[in-house]
């Protein structure tokens, strides 16, 4: 395979990892009936005139698995985060203790599961298209260097290539998703 040819493949497989770590990323926000301090990620706080993220105005832990504490740097911070994680519709519930904000997470009801899945289902989907959008990508450069006078032979075994890639980080995908379905199904 040429250098041109061995550039697009590593593109593609460079955007496909990307759309890998995406979907690990967002599956870390969708919760499996266990507390997580990645549940409050997206959480943001009125800090001073502007939006802040709730993890660069206190420490969030997870004493146990079914229990969040969020310690705020500032003692004054405690009202605004517990208004953001109400207002944040994550269904969840703080309460103040004068020192921090305690978050009982309530176990998931087997519709909320369903929905949950779904959700997992979705961002995978999302995965999947952005593998595919790689090797679009990879499959128009291919054609653009035949038509540049790269052999047809060639081309054909370099698509080839580029198909087997994406038939790899596809049931990659389908594992991920099917691990986070199972985990969130589980009770």
Partial sequence: MNEEIQMAFEEAKDLMDKAIAHLNTELTKIRAGKASPAMLETVMVEYYGSLTKLGQVANVNTPDSKTL??????????????????????????????????????????????????????????????????????????????????SEDMAKTAEAQIQDLTNKYNATIDEIIAKKEADIMTV
């Fill in 69 to 150: 504490s969020v310690q705020p740097w500032e003692k004054g911070m405690l009202e605004p985060i517990a208004t953001a994680i109400i207002n944040s519709n994550l269904g969840l519930n703080p309460m103040d203790n004068g020192e921090m904000l305690i978050i009982n997470v309530p176990m998931l009801t087997e519709e909320r599961r369903k929905d949950l899945a779904k959700k997992a289902r979705a961002e995978g989907e999302h995965a999947k298209v952005s593998v595919r959008n790689g090797r679009k990508d990879a499959n128009d450069f291919i054609k653009l260097a035949e038509k540049e006078g790269l």
